[in-house]
């Protein structure tokens, strides 16, 4: 494949693939300018000192340029906006490799470069930053003869965020997840930048993952104040309401399923016999699975509840110890990594930007308005097909199977 040429590729392929910069001799005044699309975060160049693990690449010199030859760098060196400025000027026929790390750890050195720098950069030729877009809107957006004759860069940086919150929510791929342990409090702590859940699943020892549901049979109360004899809240010598465990939450903790399903379906005679008219007949194993089935408790898989008041989500006690999975959402600007735009809903952003600015402003014509909000409607529509990923062969695939009847 061809060196990039000032089209969108910023990268070779050793810097994509492998995650390494080749720099030949003879290097001009002791600088190395780096131009990964990743950042080089730096912390140290003393790899005896803790900010040297800070570092997300590592720096080789060789003598000769040729592999096998290249040893780790040590001398002093300093990194400021990608470029690295060596504290001694190199000989005219030293090679320099700058290497990310990478979960193989490189081919330079020892190759122990561990880390997942190269492959965080791994499939983001798909995405734009915020920066871009907001940069690219001014230019095409903004100006002289344009529908929208001035903006403040400000303006549409915050409708942009905007933007990229409400498109987070349903239309980009912006669902992350958490594999995580149910402590023996039986709580999971929610993720920083948490919004709102997709799916909670528990993962058994194949692999597989089986869905757990919410739970409308409890609750998680949001304040437990200390009562009198009179059921009025007390409160310490801060005239503040003195809280108390949760009865709910440890009666919910200490839950047996089967006592659950009983309770819950409240069945006597035919609906727990046989059909015969002989409640018990075959003891409990056909509890909550026969005549009176509740949809809720119909199943094995544990519930959860949102416990609001510590922020953590609460499960049953039968999921105590074992690997839940989180899926969830986030609203995309957590962390600056996340603030990226799939290149498919790239158009939508720039219409919901433009709607949005003119919509806010007075003495806007409402037929120009109206207008705006169809075509941003419409983009996010696209928006949201291309990204559904359907494919003609698979969709045609799953057809194959419209002889098998589903009765309702």
């Given at each position: 494949?061809?060196?990039?040429?000032?089209?969108?590729?910023?990268?070779?392929?050793?810097?994509?693939?492998?995650?390494?910069?080749?720099?030949?001799?003879?290097?001009?005044?002791?600088?190395?300018?780096?131009?990964?699309?990743?950042?080089?975060?730096?912390?140290?160049?003393?790899p005896t000192t803790p900010?040297?693990?800070?570092?997300?690449?590592?720096?080789?010199?060789?003598?000769?340029?040729?592999?096998?030859?290249?040893?780790?760098?040590?001398?002093?060196?300093?990194?400021?906006?990608?470029?690295?400025?060596?504290?001694?000027?190199?000989?005219?026929?030293?090679?320099?490799?700058?290497?990310?790390?990478?979960?193989?750890?490189?081919?330079?050195?020892?190759?122990?470069?561990?880390?997942?720098?190269?492959?965080?950069?791994?499939?983001?030729?798909?995405?734009?930053?915020?920066?871009?877009?907001?940069?690219?809107?001014?230019?095409?957006?903004?100006?002289?003869?344009?529908?929208?004759?001035?903006?403040?860069?400000?303006?549409?940086?915050?409708?942009?965020?905007?933007?990229?919150?409400?498109?987070?929510?349903?239309?980009?791929?912006?669902?992350?997840?958490?594999?995580?342990?149910?402590?023996?409090?039986?709580?999971?702590?929610?993720?920083?930048?948490?919004?709102?859940?997709?799916?909670?699943?528990?993962?058994?020892?194949?692999?597989?993952?089986?869905?757990?549901?919410?739970?409308?049979?409890?609750?998680?109360?949001?304040?437990?104040?200390?009562?009198?004899?009179?059921?009025?809240?007390?409160?310490?010598?801060?005239?503040?309401?003195?809280?108390?465990?949760?009865?709910?939450?440890?009666?919910?903790?200490?839950?047996?399923?089967?006592?659950?399903?009983?309770?819950?379906?409240?069945?006597?005679?035919?609906?727990?016999?046989?059909?015969?008219?002989?409640?018990?007949?075959?003891?409990?194993?056909?509890?909550?699975?026969?005549?009176?089935?509740?949809?809720?408790?119909?199943?094995?898989?544990?519930?959860?509840?949102?416990?609001?008041r510590t922020g953590k989500?609460?499960?049953?006690?039968?999921?105590?110890?074992?690997?839940?999975?989180?899926?969830?959402?986030?609203?995309?600007?957590?962390?600056?990594?996340?603030?990226?735009?799939?290149?498919?809903?790239?158009?939508?952003?720039?219409?919901?930007?433009?709607?949005?600015?003119?919509?806010?402003?007075?003495?806007?014509?409402?037929?120009?308005?109206?207008?705006?909000?169809?075509?941003?409607?419409?983009?996010?529509?696209?928006?949201?097909?291309?990204?559904?990923?359907?494919?003609?062969?698979?969709?045609?695939?799953?057809?194959?199977?419209?002889?098998?009847?589903?009765?309702?």
């Open positions: 494949m061809a060196k990039p040429n000032n089209g969108l590729i910023t990268e070779t392929n050793a810097q994509y693939y492998s995650g390494s910069q080749t720099f030949e001799a003879p290097i001009v005044n002791s600088t190395i300018t780096t131009t990964f699309n990743t950042d080089l975060i730096f912390g140290n160049s003393d900010g040297y693990n800070l570092n997300n690449f590592r720096l080789y010199i060789s003598p000769l340029g040729l592999p096998g030859t290249f040893v780790e760098y040590t001398s002093a060196y300093t990194v400021v906006d990608n470029v690295i400025t060596l504290s001694v000027a190199p000989q005219s026929n030293e090679w320099f490799v700058v290497q990310l790390l990478s979960e193989y750890g490189g081919e330079y050195g020892d190759r122990d470069a561990f880390g997942d720098t190269v492959e965080n950069n791994y499939g983001g030729y798909a995405y734009t930053t915020l920066e871009d877009v907001i940069t690219n809107f001014m230019i095409g957006y903004v100006g002289a003869g344009k529908l929208i004759p001035s903006a403040k860069t400000t303006d549409v940086m915050f409708f942009a965020k905007r933007g990229l919150q409400e498109f987070s929510y349903d239309t980009l791929k912006s669902i992350r997840s958490q594999e995580l342990t149910v402590s023996p409090n039986l709580g999971v702590v929610l993720p920083q930048d948490y919004v709102n859940y997709v799916n909670v699943s528990w993962i058994d020892n194949q692999g597989v993952k089986h869905i757990i549901y919410p739970t409308t049979l409890t609750t998680n109360p949001y304040e437990t104040p200390s009562q009198d004899r009179q059921g009025i809240p007390i409160q310490d010598n801060a005239e503040e309401n003195i809280n108390t465990t949760s009865l709910t939450e440890e009666r919910w903790a200490k839950n047996d399923l089967k006592e659950i399903n009983d309770a819950q379906s409240n069945l006597t005679g035919m609906l727990l016999s046989d059909g015969l008219g002989y409640p018990g007949m075959y003891g409990d194993n056909y509890l909550g699975q026969r005549y009176g089935l509740q949809p809720e408790t119909s199943q094995i898989n544990g519930w959860f509840t949102i416990n609001e989500m609460s499960f049953s006690s039968d999921l105590a110890g074992r690997i839940i999975v989180l899926e969830y959402i986030s609203d995309g600007l957590g962390y600056d990594a996340d603030m990226k735009i799939p290149k498919l809903a790239e158009e939508a952003l720039y219409a919901h930007i433009s709607h949005a600015i003119i919509a806010s402003r007075i003495n806007q014509p409402e037929y120009v308005v109206q207008r705006l909000r169809r075509e941003r409607s419409a983009k996010l529509r696209n928006a949201k097909i291309r990204l559904s990923n359907i494919k003609l062969n698979e969709f045609v695939q799953i057809a194959r199977g419209k002889s098998k009847w589903i009765k309702y």
